[in-house]
């Protein structure tokens, strides 16, 4: 007899079905209850709430497991690389050989961007962070493909493999050219034999006299930066492509709401806040203590960026393998960085604290991502780009997941209204002293 849930409410009792994720994972399906009872359920934050079904990420929190379309990350940090996890993701299959030679082609072959684009960059101004650059980029890039950017589902899922290949490889170029120039530095074009991450290097940091050659180690942590930020299931940003996507918008307009969705600190800024916060602790010569007695406190502003997730009662996964390799890029450089020290004795300390412990506050994805990005000598406003570029297949595949869903419905919220009950107009002249607004 499959699972039911009962709702007994207003005198009455409710009964609806159970729903079983592939990992067992249980919902109880209410979306027939406020037309049977006129109540609506409550859950702001969505924390319990399943806004779709898909297919793409598994996580279990309490675990700490994560897996793309069935594969731990664990196997894919160690076998796999981005652009073939990226195909994973999106396409829900290892790729052949031949497969994944052709979806290389396509994103070596997209990598230039229109040469009116350029002049774009020269609106902003010095100042401009470049998480508005790249969304207002990315926006604009769905203007120059009219034929897939056409809020036509059907028309723009039939170039989806070609509008997915376009956003995989040209969101390298934009983010390079919103560095190159922000800092006044000529643009570097694309060159066609180049490999993602070096590629992407290559335009961020080549200079008219001396070519950047990015060392195997650095590709290498870049590549797995990359992956491991490839899809984390509904998340913020997630969640907002797929809104977006719900009501017929294309793949460009959608990825790009999902970066303005990443920008914020307690989302995809939280890899530039924790290495400031890092960079604090240094400088006052802290060893973290003051740092972790003011998070303790639980005022939100004092809150230790890069501890906590709304999923993950466990450790992060992506966080170990990220702990190991800012050790092994740092140490293959022949470098070291305080930051990192710095890191590992907050996450020594807060796994042995009762506060921390209680509320099972473990580092998350971006605890140790930014020294990675350090070390390649990525500046940290550039960050959360990089959090962006890493997160593109995901957002692809989720868009693609919804807008090929013949049954998906636009997405609409209900509310609990909390405002002035029913009043009249008032004539300007009956309204007295205006009461403070
Ligand atoms: C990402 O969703 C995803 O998958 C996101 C992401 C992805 O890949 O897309 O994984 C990427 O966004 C990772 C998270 C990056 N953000 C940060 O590192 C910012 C710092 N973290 C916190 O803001 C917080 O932990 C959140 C936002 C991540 C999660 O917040 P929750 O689940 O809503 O936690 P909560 O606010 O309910 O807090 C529960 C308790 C509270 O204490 P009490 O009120 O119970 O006493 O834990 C405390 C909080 O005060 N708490 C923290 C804390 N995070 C939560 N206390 C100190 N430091 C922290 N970091």
Not at 348 to 377: C, H, M, Q, W
Request: charged share 20%; net charge neutral.
């Amino acid at each position: 007899m499959p699972e039911t849930g009962k709702i007994i409410v207003g005198g009455r009792e409710y009964e609806y079905p159970v729903m079983v994720g592939t990992e067992a994972e249980k919902a109880i399906d209410v979306r027939q209850f406020r037309k049977d009872s006129g109540y609506i359920c409550f859950d702001e934050g969505f924390g319990n709430t399943g806004s779709c079904e898909s297919a793409i990420t598994f996580i279990d929190g309490e675990k700490g497991i994560l897996r793309y379309r069935g594969y731990p990350i664990e196997e894919l940090a160690q076998h796999s690389n981005f652009i073939e996890s990226a195909y994973l993701i999106i396409y829900g299959e290892l790729p052949t050989e031949q497969q994944l030679a052709r979806f290389r082609g396509l994103i070596l072959g997209n990598a230039s961007i229109h040469q009116s684009m350029f002049h774009m960059f020269e609106s902003f101004p010095p100042t401009a962070h470049p998480m508005a650059i790249l969304s207002a980029m990315l926006n604009s890039l769905g203007c120059y493909y009219p034929e897939m950017a056409s809020n036509n589902r059907q028309q723009d899922l039939e170039h989806f493999d070609r509008s997915a290949t376009i956003l995989l490889s040209k969101v390298r170029t934009l983010a390079a050219m919103s560095y190159r120039a922000r800092h006044g530095r000529p643009f570097n074009h694309p060159r066609g034999q180049l490999p993602y991450c070096a590629n992407f290097l290559h335009m961020m940091f080549t200079e008219p006299y001396s070519d950047f050659i990015a060392r195997w180690e650095v590709d290498r942590a870049l590549n797995l930066f990359l992956l491991l930020h490839a899809d984390h299931e509904q998340n913020c940003s997630t969640s907002t492509v797929r809104m977006v996507a719900s009501g017929g918008a294309n793949l460009f307009a959608s990825v790009a709401a999902g970066v303005c969705a990443l920008w914020g600190p307690a989302h995809g800024g939280a890899n530039v806040a924790v290495v400031k916060m890092l960079q604090r602790i240094h400088d006052e010569g802290d060893d973290g203590t003051r740092f972790i007695e003011a998070a303790r406190s639980g005022d939100k502003g004092k809150r230790l960026y890069g501890f906590g997730h709304r999923v993950y009662r466990n450790y992060d996964p992506r966080a170990k393998i990220l702990r190991e390799a800012a050790m092994a890029v740092l140490s293959s450089l022949g470098r070291s960085d305080p930051l990192l020290d710095i890191a590992m004795k907050l996450e020594e300390v807060t796994l042995k604290d009762e506060y921390f412990i209680e509320r099972k506050l473990y580092p998350n994805v971006d605890f140790y991502s930014g020294i990675i990005l350090r070390a390649i000598g990525i500046p940290d406003d550039m960050f959360t780009v990089m959090f962006a570029m890493g997160r593109m297949p995901g957002w692809i595949a989720q868009w693609r997941e919804i807008a090929s869903d013949p049954k998906s419905k636009i997405h609409r919220p209900r509310q609990i209204y909390t405002g002035s009950g029913l009043r009249s107009y008032v004539p300007m002249e009956q309204r007295g002293e205006a009461a403070s607004v």
